[in-house]
């Protein structure tokens, strides 16, 4: 069983940075897509940022610019850096990592709480 574990979050004022971490267990990181997703109070989940394997990057509209999303492969960690932040922003981040390529599950962590505010 793969497991994940994002840390990071907290409360932070509008037009401020964050940095999400996520740790996974999974042995081999490197051959598999990662992503970070969001759920804000009342909407559906939805993808903010992924990275892909050989290292692409796609974001959604509304953090292009602002957010940066990474990998370190040897540590097993995904990171996003987030900058500029709005109070739209805010949300319960989840990590997540696709084996689906190779058959396997998508593996999702419990999720970090980012909350914008003055």
């Known amino acids: 069983q793969v497991q994940l574990v994002e840390f990071g979050g907290g409360l932070v004022q509008p037009g401020g940075s964050l940095r999400l971490s996520c740790a996974t267990s999974?042995?081999?990181?490197?051959?598999?897509?990662m992503g970070w997703y969001r759920q804000a109070p009342g909407k559906q989940r939805e993808l903010v940022a992924l990275?892909?394997?050989?290292?692409?990057?796609n974001y959604a509209d509304s953090v292009k610019g602002r957010f940066t999303i990474s990998r370190d492969n040897a540590k097993k960690m995904v990171y996003l850096q987030m900058s500029s932040l709005k109070p739209e922003d805010t949300a319960v981040y989840y990590c997540?990592?696709?084996?689906?390529?190779?058959?396997?599950?998508?593996?999702w962590g419990k999720g970090t709480l980012v909350t914008v505010s003055s």
């Open positions: 999974e042995t081999i990181v490197s051959i598999h897509n």
């Open positions: 997540n990592l696709d084996k689906s390529r190779y058959g396997g599950m998508v593996y």
């Open positions: 990275i892909t394997s050989g290292g692409s990057t």
